[in-house]
Nanobody, 125 residues
Framework: VQLQAFGGGLVQTGGSLRLSCAASGLTFSAYTVAWFRQVPGKEREFVGGLFRRGGTTSYADSVKGRFTISRDNAKNTVYLQMSNLRPEDTAVYYC???????????????????WGQGTLVTVSS
C-alpha cells in the first residue's frame, strides 16, 4: 500500500492550490481519508477528512470555508482544494487513510494506518 501526496508549492497570500493524494494497493472509496499538516516543532494538525461511509466531511475551524476535500473514485485519488491561502497555512501536508476509523476519531493522527510522504505548501505574505 502506498499513498503519494503531491501538488504543493509556493503561492501568494489569497492564492489557491490543489493537493492530490494518489493511492496504490487500496481503494479509496472503502477508506476514510484525511489531510493533516505539520510545521517544525509542532504536532501534526488535522485539516480535513472524508469519512468512508456516506461521504461525510469534516474540517478544522481554521480552514472551514476555504478548503474542500473531494474524491475521484475512477482515479483513486483524493484532493484537497485550498483557496484564500494564508501564511499560517504554510506547512507540510500529509494525506492519511484508514479502513477502520470511527467518525469520532477522524481528527486523531494515530487512528490512521497509511500515510503519504507529505508535500510542502508555502504561502508568502
Amino acid at each position: 500500500v502506498q499513498l503519494q501526496a503531491f501538488g504543493g508549492g509556493l503561492v501568494q497570500t489569497g492564492g489557491s492550490l490543489r493537493l492530490s493524494c494518489a493511492a496504490s494497493g487500496l481503494t479509496f472509496s472503502a477508506y476514510t481519508v484525511a489531510w493533516f499538516r505539520q510545521v517544525p516543532g509542532k504536532e501534526r494538525e488535522f485539516v480535513g477528512g472524508l469519512f468512508r461511509r456516506g461521504g461525510t466531511t469534516s474540517y478544522a475551524d481554521s480552514v472551514k470555508g476555504r478548503f474542500t476535500i473531494s474524491r475521484d473514485n475512477a482515479k483513486n485519488t483524493v484532493y484537497l482544494q485550498m483557496s484564500n491561502l494564508r501564511p499560517e497555512d504554510t506547512a507540510v501536508y500529509y494525506c492519511a487513510a484508514s479502513s477502520t476509523i470511527i467518525l469520532s476519531s477522524l481528527r486523531v493522527p494515530s487512528s490512521y494506518g497509511y500515510w503519504g510522504q507529505g508535500t510542502l505548501v508555502t504561502v508568502s505574505s
